[in-house]
Structures are given as C-alpha cells and as structure tokens.
C-alpha cells in the first residue's frame, strides 16, 4: 500500500525541495516552520499557488509572495490577508489568471469599480457568459 503523505512529514528544506519536484503539494506537507520559510513558499506558490493556503499566516500576508501565489492561480486570493485585498497589482493579477473569472466577485467593492478592473473583466467576459451575471 501507497504511503500518504501527513503534514509535518517533510522536516527538511532540501527534502522538501526535492519532493515539490515531482508532488507540487510537497509543500503542504512540511513542518510548521518550512512553510513559514518565505523562499521555499515562493517557490511552491510558482508551481502551485493554492499551496498559499499553507503557508503561514505572515506569508499570505507577504506582498510578493502573495502576488507570486495568485499569478499562478487567482484563486489563491480567498487566502490571502486582509490587508492585502486593497491591492490592485495583486486583484489584476489575480483576475488575469483566474480561468474561472470568479475572483471579480470576491473583490472589494472599491476594487470592482475601478476602471482597469472593470476593463479587465469584460474583456475576459467578451469569451465567457459570466459577464451577464454581473449587473452592476
């Protein structure tokens, strides 16, 4: 039988750097303090940015680590600090890769309004019919 990987099981930086070569969620993996070290976060928010959902609280508030993670995958903004979700790089990063396009409604209001913001969605809009959810 397979062993299945348990949080805390990678307890060394070069372990865990080699098992995010083949397992990208190697990340999640590690011990408490592995994923509160901010250049191995970096590296496994690039390949994986909802990895960002394991990384300590200080890195989901670390701007580029945050900016790397929802580059990767704009979902990864439902994890991101509070004090970040007023960032306009991060949003518009966020949205151009968000394939879905349902990072636009967990934006602040603030947020949606502005015009690159709105710009940006209906230009992804013009390929989806998610726009005509959108009434504002």
């Given at each position: 039988?397979a062993k299945h990987?348990?949080?805390?099981q990678?307890?060394?930086?070069e372990?865990v750097?080699?098992?995010m070569?083949?397992?990208?969620?190697?990340?999640?993996?590690?011990t408490?303090e592995?994923?509160d070290?901010?250049?191995?976060?970096l590296?496994?928010?690039a390949i994986?940015?909802?990895?960002?959902?394991?990384?300590?609280?200080?890195?989901r508030?670390?701007r580029?680590?945050?900016?790397?993670?929802?580059s990767?995958?704009g979902?990864?903004?439902?994890?991101?600090?509070?004090?970040?979700?007023?960032d306009l790089?991060?949003?518009?990063?966020?949205?151009n890769?968000?394939?879905?396009?349902?990072v636009?409604?967990?934006?602040p209001?603030?947020?949606?309004a502005h015009p690159?913001?709105?710009?940006?969605?209906?230009?992804?809009g013009?390929?989806?019919?998610?726009?005509?959810?959108?009434?504002?």
């Amino acid at each position: 039988m397979a062993k299945h990987p348990i949080v805390g099981q990678y307890t060394n930086l070069e372990e865990v750097r080699e098992a995010m070569k083949t397992n990208p969620w190697a990340f999640v993996y590690a011990t408490d303090e592995l994923r509160d070290n901010r250049e191995l976060a970096l590296e496994a928010v690039a390949i994986n940015g909802s990895t960002l959902a394991q990384a300590s609280e200080r890195l989901r508030g670390d701007r580029e680590v945050v900016l790397a993670a929802v580059s990767q995958f704009g979902g990864a903004w439902q994890w991101i600090a509070p004090e970040l979700k007023n960032d306009l790089e991060i949003a518009l990063a966020a949205l151009n890769s968000d394939r879905y396009h349902w990072v636009f409604f967990w934006l602040p209001d603030e947020l949606r309004a502005h015009p690159d913001v709105r710009n940006r969605f209906l230009a992804i809009g013009n390929s989806t019919s998610i726009v005509l959810s959108y009434n504002k």
